[in-house]
């Protein structure tokens, strides 16, 4: 008998090389989206200590992948959003990336506190970077509107 569970959505683009060269912003949200890394007051995000070790891995990722930057990044009370720019010459793709980076993370706090996967879109144009990153920049503003309040 076949069960009759919805059919998920893939979600990344079949075929394409994500060790390749580009900008990809990345979504990551909590379990349940629980608020756990921190609290917004006054249009600023006061880190909890589950936080201040996401940030701390968001930093470190530069430092253990080559050829990887962050381009801008936000921590949230139940998710973070980052850009990450991906250089002609590297060893690891996007899944790898942030695979480890969440496993650190987890290792670090103890339990895991993340959702099943991620969200990736690939920036192809200059105008869609510069919108996705003035979004990131204004996510804590825009907190009480985001889909993931």
């Keep these: ?3 009759n569970f919805p059919i998920r959505k893939k979600l990344r683009l079949e075929y394409y090389d994500y060790s390749k060269q580009g900008l990809y912003f990345i979504t990551i949200c ?3 989206r629980r608020k756990i890394l921190g609290k917004i007051n006054n249009n600023q995000i006061e880190l909890s200590k589950e936080g201040i070790v996401v940030q701390n ?3 470190y990722i530069v430092k253990k992948y080559r050829n990887i930057k962050i381009d801008e990044y936000i921590v949230m009370p139940n998710h973070i959003h980052m850009i990450i720019s991906m250089d002609n010459e590297n ?3 996007l899944s790898r990336i942030i695979k480890q980076y969440k496993g650190s993370v987890t290792k670090q706090i103890g339990h895991s506190i993340w959702q099943k996967s991620y969200y990736e879109h690939i920036i192809r144009y200059e105008k869609e970077y510069y919108n996705i990153k003035e979004y990131i920049q204004n996510n804590i ?3 009480k509107h985001d889909k993931y309040f």
Excluded: F, L, R, T
Aim: proline share 0%.
């Design 1 to 3: 008998m076949k069960d």
């Design 57 to 59: 891995y968001i930093e």
């Design 141 to 143: 503003v825009n907190w």
């Design 91 to 93: 060893y690891a793709n």
């Design 30 to 32: 909590i379990k349940n």
